[in-house]
């Protein structure tokens, strides 16, 4: 469990460190891990030069997500009409926010977020993804199979105390 704690401490903190335009974050599919991304200035490249940063977010094992990713800068404008998270549109909800709400994902290879904008001197920006698995259906079939023979027994106890 130590183990566990410790490589997503080291998977947050790289991402801290990562740079400013194009960006490769590995995730943990643990919802409870905190993965973040933040942009640095960097004298090659700034914070959306040539009116884009990409991020590539990796590291899911296969499966079916639920990806929810927010965003939050500062000194820039994110064009919410042409940002987007593997296709689907965000929505702006203030000035330099975006949120992308129940994007599903396969984990069979990586997502990527393509930000659109401008930014101003000192522009910077910063997020979260929170990373959630999806269950199968077999697993609700299961659920409800279990519960269904816990009626049955409770039924049958009901009965014959009576």
């Known amino acids: 469990m130590k183990l566990k704690l410790f490589a997503a401490s080291v998977l947050a903190a790289a991402s801290f460190g990562a740079s400013a335009a194009d960006q490769l974050v590995i ?20 914070v959306l030069s040539g009116g884009s940063d990409v991020i590539t977010f990796g590291g899911l094992a296969p499966g079916l997500y639920e990806i929810v990713v927010t965003i939050s800068g500062q000194n820039l404008t994110f064009d919410a009409a042409t940002t987007n998270l593997n296709g ?9 926010k975006l949120r992308f709400f129940g994007v599903e994902h396969t984990g069979s290879a990586p ?4 930000l659109f904008g401008t930014a101003l001197t000192g522009a910077k920006y910063s997020g979260e993804v929170t ?23 409770a039924r049958r106890r009901k009965d014959t105390g009576a």
């Open 131 to 153: 990373v959630t698995a999806v269950p199968e259906p077999a697993t609700y079939g299961m659920l409800l199979g279990g519960l269904g023979v816990l009626g049955f027994l």
């Open 27 to 46: 995730l943990d599919d643990n919802p409870l891990a905190n993965n973040f991304f933040v942009s640095n200035q960097s004298p090659t490249d700034g």
């Open 111 to 114: 997502f990527v977020l393509n």
């Open 88 to 96: 689907t549109m965000g929505s702006a909800y203030g000035a330099g």
